[in-house]
């Protein structure tokens, strides 16, 4: 064990140090800006992202008004040289993309284009910084589309059941308080208020440019300090950001809303991102509640049964942060999931073998975020942001690689208290507890295609940029080989897949992948079903050999179908709890009233009820044939030894007859208008 530790050491500084070739150039200019830029020749792409210190918490007297927010919809309306809709059709018109989003600490704006359009998308991000006109009557226009995003927050259970949890966890800092702000400050706002705030902070010396991609850094370095050359240093004052106060005891809080599902969340405070302590506990947080290996999981969905689904997160901003795990479960069982969720974070008999496992995944998800230049613009500047550091990733990952044991052990009691905890719950009407109120060279781009003689066919992309590889298995099914009788086998026969086989249960399955820092998961919609995975280079082999053999020998056992048909039964409900997906449906059934395109993919409460293990036996032996089966391999491959592996391991699968009924074209006879009612805050209109 020690032997294969070191080795697993050695291949990640390996990693780190290859990622290192192409170092972060950074330059302050004169006037406080500061300006990063990675070279990145790998793909004729290139991210640019400008991040300003003005988010949520920066607020000061219009704190909970959302000010933040409202610039991030309003720069991109026009500026002193552009119009309203110039800035979008600019970036249209190279074929790029232009985004933004806020957050507690930040406002971030990217736009990603192709190489030949980076002058245009720094030009455009430098004439917003400096010269927006927030447009009064396009202010108004996006203050109204901020409060329907406001109500849309207190529609949907998910979002609704997170601000409860931040609102508990925290009584003084300003990360109790929503992003987006609360309607009644919101409306009291002008745009005097907006543009003060926009001057205030919109200053050189309280940003900073990230450009990653395929580019000369001394370019960008010049064409940016030319950009900004009047842009004049302004006098930021300092945000006052109170202290949150040491937790004493246990705090709880339940609220209730027209749900069918309850949502626990448990959270504990922890230190900021510079912590040392903050590698534990990404650990910890793996180990609990990361993929269906994970302990939580095993325990409380596979073993107990009392909730649906679990998982947990480290969240380590700036300022002291939040460890948190979060259930949806049946209301009449939440007592018994928060208590088997408490029960199961004492356990401290961690092995080698999970910490190893967590690290892998930890690293593996960090690489994947560097893959495009957007993920490596987005790395650097939160990296800078909150350390100072812009390769602090590098930094991350080695001192993860430190992590013992003994040192998960130690989060785990010296963090996850009861004096600590916070837990808030979100229930169906009528159910709340009564006792609580309230670098690497060019790379080729070309995907290659292979058909193996059974009829499989392989499309197998070359990228050595990173060590990481994807893989896709997809079959052509969903809602178009259904009927209004079965609706819902597709969804049910893909996660059965996962299950077991004749030679491994659901447990080794997921163990099998996971222990190796990989994921695996279903997916099922309306043209296609299939697998996904995503593993490191090193361990493809073992990812292929899962795949080959929950494909061709699932066994569909009779515990599991159960369990996962409850599972399923519980997303259509919880989907049935969303104003806008129940929009969607009506829209569906509305305009294909013969087509399958009718039908949901998750299929209704009465027809995943009545499926049985015949049924699903029958859908694989029909649709899971290699005729009906494309295989997506891409990454640090070649595509000659996947076109063996491939064969190998699937080429003696038999091809059989497939057949799909042939729908014809829906033509609606007349205008359909069609209503439901639903006791929501807000009103969806689809048409």
């Known amino acids: ?64 008004a959302g000010l933040s927010h409202v610039l991030e919809h309003m720069l991109f309306k026009g500026t002193t040289t552009r119009g309203v809709a110039q800035i979008a059709q600019e970036i249209e018109r190279h074929g790029g993309y232009i985004n933004a989003y806020t957050s507690f600490e930040q406002t971030v704006f990217h736009i990603d284009i192709p190489k030949e359009g980076w002058q245009t998308a720094v030009d455009i991000l430098a004439d917003c910084m400096m010269n927006a006109t927030i447009p009064d009557e396009e202010l108004q226009k996006e203050k109204r589309v901020i409060l329907r995003e406001m109500a849309m927050n207190q529609d949907n259970p998910d979002r609704r059941a997170s601000l409860l949890m931040w609102n508990t966890a925290y009584t003084t800092h300003p990360y109790r308080h929503p992003v987006i702000g609360y309607p009644d400050i919101y409306n009291r706002t002008t745009r005097d208020d907006v543009v003060a705030y926009y001057k205030r902070h919109y200053v050189p010396n309280n940003m900073m440019f990230a450009v990653v991609g395929d580019v000369s850094a001394a370019e960008v370095f010049q064409r940016i300090e030319t950009l900004t050359k009047n842009f004049k240093m302004g006098a930021v004052p300092p945000a006052y950001v109170p202290a949150e106060p040491p937790q004493l005891e246990t705090r709880r809080r339940d609220e209730e809303m027209a749900i069918q599902l309850a949502q626990a969340h448990l959270a504990w405070h922890i230190p900021d991102i510079t912590h040392p302590d903050v590698y534990p506990l990404d650990v910890l ?17 596979e073993k107990q049964g ?13 300022d002291p942060g939040l460890f948190i795990i979060e259930a949806s479960v049946d209301a009449d069982k939440r007592e018994a999931a928060i208590s088997a969720i408490r029960s199961e974070i004492t356990k401290l008999d961690f092995s080698k073998e999970e910490v190893e496992k967590a690290i892998k995944i930890t690293t593996s998800n960090l690489l994947e975020q560097l893959k495009t230049m957007n ?31 003994a040192d998960v052990r130690r989060v785990a009691k010296q963090y996850l208290t009861d004096s600590q905890l916070t837990i808030t719950t979100l229930n169906p009407t009528g159910t709340a507890p009564q006792s609580t109120a309230t ?38 099914g969903g809602v178009i080989a259904e009927t209004a009788g079965n609706n819902g086998v597709t969804k049910l026969t893909a996660r059965l897949l996962l299950k077991g086989t004749k030679s491994r249960t659901a447990e080794q399955i997921a163990d099998e992948i996971e222990s190796v820092g990989g ?22 082999d073992r990812a292929l050999n899962v795949l080959a053999d929950v494909v061709q020998n699932p066994t569909f056992p009779a515990d599991m179908l159960e369990r996962e048909r409850e599972v399923q039964l519980a997303e259509i409900k919880a989907e049935q709890d969303k104003i806008l997906p129940v929009g969607q449906q009506l829209l569906r059934e509305s305009l294909f009233t013969m087509h399958p395109y009718r039908l949901n993919s998750a299929g209704t409460i009465e027809t995943v009820a009545k499926l049985q293990r015949d049924d699903l036996i029958s859908f694989h032996r029909r649709y899971v044939v290699p005729n009906n089966m494309v295989i997506c391999i891409f990454g640090d491959v070649k595509a000659a030894d996947i076109r063996r592996l491939v064969e190998q391991k699937l080429g003696r699968m038999k091809s059989t007859p497939l057949t799909f009924t042939k729908n014809g074209t829906d033509r609606l006879a007349a205008d359909v208008r069609k209503e439901a009612s639903r006791p929501k805050e807000q009103a969806v209109l689809l048409i």
Request: aromatic share 8%.
């Open 519 to 540: 994921s695996i998961d279903y997916f099922a919609g309306n043209n296609s079903f299939g697998l996904a995975a995503h593993v490191m280079k090193p361990d493809l």
């Open 1 to 64: 064990m020690q032997r294969c530790l070191l080795s697993l050491i050695a291949f990640f500084c390996a990693v780190t140090a290859t990622f290192a070739v192409s170092p972060v150039q950074k330059r302050v200019l004169p006037n406080g800006l500061t300006i990063l830029v990675r070279e990145d020749h790998s793909a004729p792409v290139v991210s640019a992202q400008t991040w300003v210190k003005a988010g949520s918490v920066t607020e000061a007297d219009w704190m909970g």
């Open 375 to 405: 993920g490596q613009a987005a790395d650097i500047g939160h990296n800078q942001f909150l350390t100072g550091d812009p390769n602090f990733s590098e930094t991350y990952l080695r001192n993860l690689q430190k992590v013992t044991v």
């Open 285 to 301: 947080a793996i180990i609990l509640g990361n993929g269906r290996s994970s302990r939580l999981y095993r325990e409380l969905v």
């Open 439 to 476: 670098v690497a060279g060019k790379t080729d781009t070309a995907i290659q295609k292979i058909e193996l003689p059974n009829g499989l066919r392989l499309l197998v992309r070359e990228d050595p940029k990173l060590p990481l590889v994807d893989v896709r298995v997809l079959m052509k």
């Open 306 to 318: 009392v909730v649906h689904g679990v998982e947990a997160s480290s969240w380590t901003p700036g």
